[in-house]
């Protein structure tokens, strides 16, 4: 039995966050309803990238079913209000204040039901200066702070996937599932709310502590750590770049004695501590960067796993999809299907199940809770 069977998810979603945290609710067994627009979620344009369907779109909506609503119409606001009157938890992205309007805002609906959890995912979240304001994930990794520390040295960067919508999406899920054990124990509900702004905020409490009290934000080093040395990539003799984590001084002894054969490195006063080798990173980097370039990958990898350091080949997107460790499943939609990594967690209920066409389940579902 899958843990979440019996529980039934109707959200009005859209895009990635939301879809993110019902994707889990699904695979733990519940059974969500996707409420989309006439036209359908926009995110089944992104692109063709999953053997022709939209990637996020496949990805982050196996295993729900689709109906599509015009919820100005009568007829449609009221198979809405029948299936949340009968759900055990509302989620909801659209712009702040939409839901209200709707006859669909937390406050109301669970007075009307005080059982019901309701989760609002937004972009800056229901209050506050910025709360009107259009949010998508990369604005959020610029309002953040994130872009500025990510990145080399010479241009901010953003992180290549949509950090914030997925962060966003997976803290739902949590919060969530943690109401959902409050309602079983209880019968009480809640009101979860989650905005991008906030997941990053949280996120990034090290470099804001550090601008607080140190008084400096780390900076943009690229493959390095700004605070651990050495912690970067380093290129060997044949090319191939591998990346190092020397995470105390005991693993820097053994980087030195074992794999750069260099001895009087382990003791020397510029590289025996951390704080050492930051502040003499250029030379600590310099030591590390002339014995890779001397060795192939594979007898630096040997050596590494020898002296039980931390290690990885810096992969491009191609040498991730032949990576040996990389677990997939089959998204299916329609006759056809694409491979996708397997769920990040491992679970005996982390199945996926079809990407549904839009308005697939509409006129089952309309039968269901019409009139």
């Known amino acids: ?3 979440l069977e019996g529980v039934l998810v109707v959200s009005l979603e859209q895009a990635v966050a939301a879809p993110m945290a019902t994707l889990r609710l699904a695979e733990a067994g519940a059974r969500v309803i996707k409420v989309e627009r006439p036209e359908g979620d926009f995110a089944r344009g ?7 369907q939209s990637s996020y779109f496949t990805w982050l909506n196996q295993g729900k079913e689709s109906v599509a609503l015009d919820l100005k119409a009568p007829e449609d606001r009221a198979i809405m209000a029948r299936m949340v009157s009968r759900a055990d938890i509302f989620v909801q992205n659209l712009a702040v204040g939409a839901a209200g309007r709707l006859g669909l805002g937390a406050t109301e609906l669970r007075a009307a039901d005080p059982r019901l959890i309701v989760c609002d995912i937004s972009g800056f979240g229901a209050e506050g200066p910025y709360a009107k304001r259009k949010a998508y994930d990369l604005l959020i990794q610029a309002e953040s702070g994130l ?21 966003a999406g997976i803290t739902a899920f949590g919060a969530i599932s943690a109401a959902l054990v409050r309602q079983a124990r209880t019968g009480l509900g ?3 709310e989650v905005s991008l702004f906030d997941v990053l905020a949280e996120w990034m409490t090290v470099p804001l502590l550090h601008h607080a009290y140190l008084g400096k934000a780390p900076g943009r080093v690229g493959l390095a750590h700004p605070s651990i040395a050495p912690y970067g990539a380093f290129a060997a003799a044949d090319g191939r770049l591998i990346l190092i984590s020397v995470q105390s001084d005991r693993e820097w002894r053994a980087l030195a004695r074992e794999v750069l054969g260099r001895e009087r490195l382990a003791e020397d006063p510029r590289f025996a501590t951390n704080d050492a ?4 990173r250029a030379e600590t ?13 594979e007898a630096i990898r040997a050596a590494l796993d020898d002296a039980r350091i931390a290690w990885g080949e810096v992969n491009d997107v191609a040498g991730f999809a032949a990576h040996p460790h990389l677990r997939r499943v089959l998204a299916t939609f329609g006759d056809s299907g694409a491979e996708l990594p397997a769920a990040a967690a491992r679970a005996d209920w ?6 549904p066409a839009l308005d697939e389940h509409g006129p089952a579902i309309r039968a269901e809770f019409g009139a």
């Open 147 to 167: 872009a500025s520390i990510s990145g080399g040295p010479g241009e901010i960067g953003r992180v290549g996937v949509s950090v914030a919508d997925i962060g």
């Open 190 to 192: 809640a009101h979860v």
């Open 285 to 297: 980097d310099a030591a590390v960067a002339a014995a890779f370039g001397a060795q192939k990958f």
């Open 1 to 3: 039995m899958k843990p």
């Open 350 to 355: 982390a199945a996926p199940g079809r990407a």
């Open 46 to 52: 992104y692109d063709k990238a999953a053997n022709g």
């Open 277 to 280: 080798r930051v502040a003499n």
